[in-house]
T-cell receptor
């Protein structure tokens, strides 16, 4: 158990819908990261937050957005869902957010029908 | 951006055998981590090793930063070692955006 929690574990929805994925970092960690794992793209970095502020962006679509709240939990919002958005979404956390170990949560498996 | 190549892509072992997995990266890195993704999809952190050598039980890892490669050694393999092993690096000067390799898929047979 990494100490990072994600909910829900599984999510099944239809094209065009909007969903919210939630992540709670390890106790004491200030930085949260979101990654997407799909069959065709592999594991890709989406976005990083540090102590409530966006710090780095990767290959995140405009239909996706994220935020980190004052209690340091984070949410990833996916809207206008397409079949290709079906993937495993991971949240990770680290103490500082630069050159330190990232610990990954169990992931949320999203299926878009 | 930085490129990460892992080899071999697939590996089949008999229980008890040893193996070496390799990760090559194209630029200097601030962070290098090895992960094991088990058959249930969980990503388990094995090592944080931007340079040097570390050991944890039957697993050890070595990163030679000047030559831009890292090696993961698995000794006396067990069926529970099966899964995909990923190397991930960050070369952004402190933002910690991990770039993952394609992975090595390991199957250990009894």
């Amino acid at each position: 158990d990494s100490g990072v929690t994600q909910t829900p574990k599984h999510l099944i929805t239809a094209t065009g819908q909007r969903v919210t994925l939630r992540c709670s970092p390890r106790s004491g960690d200030l930085s949260v990261y979101w990654y997407q794992q799909s069959l065709d793209q592999g594991l890709q970095f989406l976005i990083q937050y540090y102590n409530g502020e966006e710090r780095a962006k990767g290959n995140i679509l405009e239909r996706f957005s994220a935020q980190q709240f004052p209690d340091l939990h984070s949410e990833l919002n996916l809207s206008s869902l397409e079949l290709g958005d079906s993937a495993l979404y991971f949240c990770a956390s680290s103490l500082q957010g630069g050159g330190d170990t990232q610990y990954f949560g169990p992931g949320t498996r999203l299926t878009v029908l | 951006g930085i490129q990460v190549e892992q080899s071999p892509p697939d590996l089949i072992l008999q229980e008890g055998a040893n193996s070496t997995l390799r990760c090559n990266f194209s630029d200097s890195v601030n962070n290098l981590q090895w992960f094991h993704q088990n058959p249930w999809g969980q990503l388990i952190n094995l090592f944080y090793i931007p340079s040097g050598t570390k050991q944890n039980g039957r697993l050890s890892a070595t990163t030679v930063a000047t030559e831009r490669y890292s090696l993961l050694y698995i000794s006396s393999s067990q069926t529970t070692d099966s899964g995909v092993y990923f190397c991930a690096v960050d070369g952004t000067g402190g933002y910690n955006k991990l770039i993952f390799g394609a992975g090595t898929r390991l199957a250990v047979h009894p």
